[in-house]
């Protein structure tokens, strides 16, 4: 399985859809086996999601990502976890080791709109949703 991470000075980047470079992980059994990174220069979103089929990604671990281009991914065959924040390695152990929905990796006003999250759940802020979420 090969995992990829926009990063932005070892953090995940803010917004996927600008993002300039990947981290690319190669998991086998949740042991990590590859790292490298790949440049994705791309602003066109269908070359984007072209580039991370070539690249055999299979799992996107983000922080925001526009819907259009989230859709598209998904289509094609690839499992975007959105909303996530933190430095790169600690969001990919959190990943290895399940404890991605931890409310420290979530990103500041994301309530409700990342997979596990929403659908009974409390956010972190009371329970109230940020302007704009959606259930």
Not at 75 to 88: D, E, H, P, S, T
Not at 97 to 107: H, I, N, T, W, Y
Request: hydrophobic fraction near 40%.
């Amino acid at each position: 399985m090969r995992i990829a991470v926009p990063v932005w000075r070892d953090r995940v980047s803010p917004v996927f859809d600008v993002a300039g470079s990947l981290r690319l992980v190669d998991l086998e059994d949740g042991t990590p086996l590859r790292r490298s990174d790949a440049n994705i220069q791309e602003d066109d979103p269908g070359v984007r999601v072209q580039k991370l089929s070539e690249l055999g990604v299979d799992v996107l671990i983000c922080g925001a990502i526009s819907r259009p281009l989230e859709t598209m991914l998904t289509a094609a065959g690839v499992k975007v976890i959105a909303q996530v924040c933190g430095g790169v390695e600690e969001v990919l152990e959190a990943y290895r080791s399940g404890r991605l929905g931890d409310p420290a990796f979530a990103m500041p006003g994301c309530c409700g709109r990342r997979q596990g999250f929403g659908h009974g759940q409390r956010c972190r802020n009371g329970g109230r949703r940020a302007q704009g979420d959606v259930a």
